[in-house]
């Protein structure tokens, strides 16, 4: 099974900054059947990148995905107060399915 | 618009079976399979299998394989995920989520079940 790598674990961060989030894959993910999710506490996950660099519906701009093969990337360009959250990493390619371990991005 | 909604809250003791349903709608529900993921506490979210709504075949991790069973019913647009003999390890939150072209999940997850498993 493919094995999701993610890092920082935790990002602590200001409104306004910058954040980048980094997923790593054991093997390669053809097509960039590559996702991100974010996760609040109580809630179900939100899809916000699909095919590693596809935002999702409603999803807004200062989101952005890049990367191929093993390594992938999650920008949040300015970060707003409701981004504070749990970011998930998840590959489509192989089956099982598999999700990365997340990275807080913390205030 | 779509909407997943899931049974309500579960508890078990070990050994028992537990089965979740999730019942569809704002859309065809034969068109779309339905995956199930799974969030226990502090883990990671992992991945169960799924059920091509259409023709009702499956595909299962092979983690649960021999211990989840996920069928549906097309006439009520739901779908059910039942897992037996289970162990407190299996206490989680359980998803349905609509699935999206190949295996890709989209945005459309249910609220969730939290199946706790307590002697």
């Known amino acids: 099974e493919i094995v999701l790598t993610q890092s920082p674990g935790t990002l602590s961060l200001s409104p306004g900054e910058r954040a980048t989030l980094s997923c790593r894959a054991s093997q390669s993910v053809s097509s960039s059947y590559l996702a991100w999710f974010q996760q609040k506490p109580g809630q179900a996950p939100r899809l916000l990148i699909y095919g590693a660099s596809s935002r999702a519906t409603g999803i807004p701009d200062r989101f952005s995905g890049s990367g191929s093969g093993t390594d992938f990337t999650l920008t949040i360009s300015r970060l707003e107060p409701e981004d504070f959250a749990l970011y998930y990493c998840?590959?489509?390619?192989?089956?099982?399915?598999?999700f990365g371990g997340g990275t807080k991005v913390e205030i | 618009q779509v909407q997943l909604v899931q049974s309500g809250a579960e508890v078990k003791k070990p050994g028992a079976s537990v089965k979740v349903s999730c019942k569809a709608s704002g859309y065809t529900f034969t068109s779309y399979a339905i995956h199930w993921v799974r969030q226990a506490p502090g883990q990671r979210l992992e991945w169960m299998g799924w059920i091509n709504a259409g023709n009702g075949n499956t595909k299962y991790s092979q983690k649960f394989q021999g211990r989840v069973t996920i069928t549906r019913n097309t006439t009520a647009s739901t779908a059910y995920m039942e897992l037996s003999s289970l162990r407190s390890e299996d206490t989680a939150i359980y998803y349905c989520?609509?699935?999206?072209?190949?295996?890709?999940?989209?945005?459309?997850w249910g609220q969730g079940t939290l199946v706790t498993v307590s002697s």
């Open positions: 989520v609509r699935g999206g072209s190949g295996q890709q999940l989209t945005g459309d």
């Open positions: 998840q590959q489509y390619s192989n089956s099982p399915l598999t």
